[in-house]
């Protein structure tokens, strides 16, 4: 699969001048674009078959197994997780903001964004949506500028195009109330990381293997202590939280290779405050509102991302022996009623059945519930509402 995004570009720039200048071909030529388009959609439609011809084999197997869940083993509850075991991130709890790219139109610049400078535009790649920069840039998401909270996660999404291609920068940057770079994380040639802050290099890691082909992630998460970085399940960056370091907002920087078959591909830029621990939830409120479950779309699987949330949900459970949870999923607004309820039950049950199997939890502590979008706590007008609806909540029974 090749991407040869300028030359089509030209063709269709070309094209629209024929037709404004020659009135009466309008019908060919409109349909000759409209062949353009179809070839533009079905090479980018190519670009993540691998992935998705190995989630689908991937799941097969898992359905096949009939083994009981392990920590580090991918069944049809989980993915494997054997590479999170270091891994401890979590999600904030109250999302600020998330762009799923909804309501955005292909080739259109991305509307919940400010441009900086550069090329941006929204593009397809089978039925996801991506932000694709075609030359150097910035753009910062559309929040108030304001303080960022004492406790704080980033995640970003970015698509890698394999080995041979090198040279994709991206950046997340953290800028003042002037709106200048006052911190920078960042990623480059597929192996080489960094994170500098007030201008001084804090951390620099070198990737032992470089990234393959398809999605990976950034990830920041800040505490009243220190900020950790991380590419995919590594941590890259554990530094102490800096005196006089207060960003009130984010930029994100691209700089393409130059290169027309590899574009710079993002998406997912989510920012949520952190909050108080389990054990603090559990005994002001009698429950667990978390965010750290993650599954895929329409799915019931467990993401591998979700370790350090499930671990501490059962050390909580192995350390309180007389602890009974009910554990309810939910969901947004999307989709109907019917299909909210029946998703919400299946994410509760794998949730139930994880923690069952890998903590060795008796069942009759816990229960699992499912109540799709009945029991909103935001909002589902906006992105960042939705977000905060899809959550698994725990209980105390």
């Known amino acids: 699969m090749r991407f040869h995004w300028r030359r089509i570009l030209v063709v269709l720039v070309a094209l629209g001048m024929m037709t404004a200048a ?65 891994y401890d991130f979590i999600p904030g709890d109250k999302v600020i903001f998330y762009d799923d790219m909804k309501g955005d139109e292909e080739g259109e610049f991305p509307y919940r964004w400010n441009l900086d400078k550069g090329v941006y535009e929204v593009v397809r790649l089978g039925k996801e949506f991506w932000i694709m920069a075609s030359d150097n840039g910035s753009i910062r998401p559309k929040m108030p500028d304001a303080p960022l909270p004492p406790m704080y996660t980033v995640e970003l999404e970015f698509y890698n195009n394999g080995p041979k291609y090198t040279g994709n920068y991206f950046h997340i940057y953290w800028v003042n109330d002037r709106g200048n770079n006052i911190g920078e994380f960042g990623i480059t040639s597929q192996t080489s990381t960094w994170l500098s802050i007030k201008g001084k290099s804090l951390a620099g890691k070198t990737l032992v293997n470089a990234l393959t082909k398809g999605i990976h992630t950034m990830r920041i998460m800040a505490t009243k202590r220190s900020i950790k970085c991380f590419i995919d399940q590594e941590r890259v960056a554990n530094v102490p939280k800096v005196e ?45 509102v978390t965010h750290g479950i993650l599954f895929d779309i329409d799915s019931h699987r467990i993401k591998r991302e979700s370790y350090k949330t499930l671990k501490q949900i059962g050390q909580l459970l192995q350390d309180d022996p007389d602890l009974r949870l009910s554990i309810e999923g939910h969901t947004d607004s999307d989709g109907s009623d019917d299909h909210n309820m029946t998703l919400s039950q299946n994410r509760a049950n794998s949730v139930r059945d994880y923690l069952i199997s890998t903590y060795s939890i008796e069942g009759s502590r816990l229960e699992a519930k499912g109540w799709g979008e009945s029991k909103p706590i935001d909002t589902n007008d906006s992105p960042e509402g939705k977000a905060n609806n899809r959550r698994v909540e725990l209980v105390k029974l």
């Open 244 to 288: 006089g370091f207060n960003p009130v907002g984010f930029r994100l920087y691209h700089r393409p290779y130059r290169d027309a078959d590899n574009p710079t591909l993002f998406r997912g830029f989510r920012f949520a405050e952190g909050g108080k621990s389990m054990r603090e939830q559990l005994d002001e409120t009698g429950k667990i």
């Open 22 to 86: 020659v009135s009466p071909q309008a019908g060919i030529l409109d349909k000759v674009k409209k062949k353009a388009k179809d070839k533009t959609e079905e090479k980018v439609d190519k670009a993540l078959e691998g992935k998705e011809e190995a989630e689908k084999k991937e799941e097969a197997q898992a359905q096949e197994s009939d083994q009981p869940e392990q920590a580090g083993e991918g069944t049809a509850t989980a993915e494997d997780m054997t590479l999170y075991t270091k």
